[in-house]
């Protein structure tokens, strides 16, 4: 009877190999986890910036809108009241003949992101009728 008692108690708990087998598991869990949370905010914090982006472009259109009777090729650029993260460039530049004018304008909304620069653009075809150049 006492041997059997010896033998119980030599085989309960956990070897070291187990132990060290366990925090393994769970430590290659957490990285993993923590891996997925960091993208995760990551690409919440890129849409969040597009979003922005996307609303700024909007308020070029507005502050800034191209005047039919006063289109004509160039560039331009400005800042925006309240947000220096962001710059905006505008170009125009003609793709039509003299008598059939067509004018692609370019708009783009700048900023810098961990160094490295970044943009949304808005592309536009821009058909302008002689009886609008003459006025």
Same mark, same amino acid.
């Given at each position: 009877?006492? #041997?059997? $008692? %010896? ?6 708990? =956990? ?14 869990? =957490? !990285?993993? =986890?923590? #891996? ?14 597009? *979003?922005?982006?996307? %609303? ?12 039919? /009777?006063e !289109?004509?090729? &160039? ?6 009241? &309240? ?7 505008r ?6 003949e003299?008598? /059939?004018p ?18 949304? *653009? $808005?592309? #536009? ?7 609008? /150049? /003459?006025?």
């Amino acid at each position: 009877m006492r #041997t059997d $008692v %010896h033998r119980m108690q030599g085989q309960s708990g =956990l070897t070291l190999i187990e132990i060290m087998l366990a925090l393994t598991i769970v430590a290659i869990g =957490l !990285v993993t =986890l923590l #891996t997925a949370a960091s993208r995760c905010i990551a690409v919440a914090r890129s849409a969040k910036i597009y *979003e922005n982006a996307r %609303h700024m472009l909007g308020r070029v259109e507005l502050e800034n809108p191209i005047r039919w /009777d006063e !289109v004509e090729e &160039g560039a331009e650029q400005g800042y925006f009241d &309240g947000n220096s993260d962001f710059t905006w460039q505008r170009t125009i530049e003609q793709i039509g003949e003299e008598e /059939d004018p067509l004018f692609l304008v370019s708009t783009r909304v700048i900023w810098s992101e961990r160094g490295k620069e970044s943009y949304e *653009e $808005v592309v #536009t075809y821009m058909f302008v009728p002689e009886a609008l /150049d /003459d006025e």
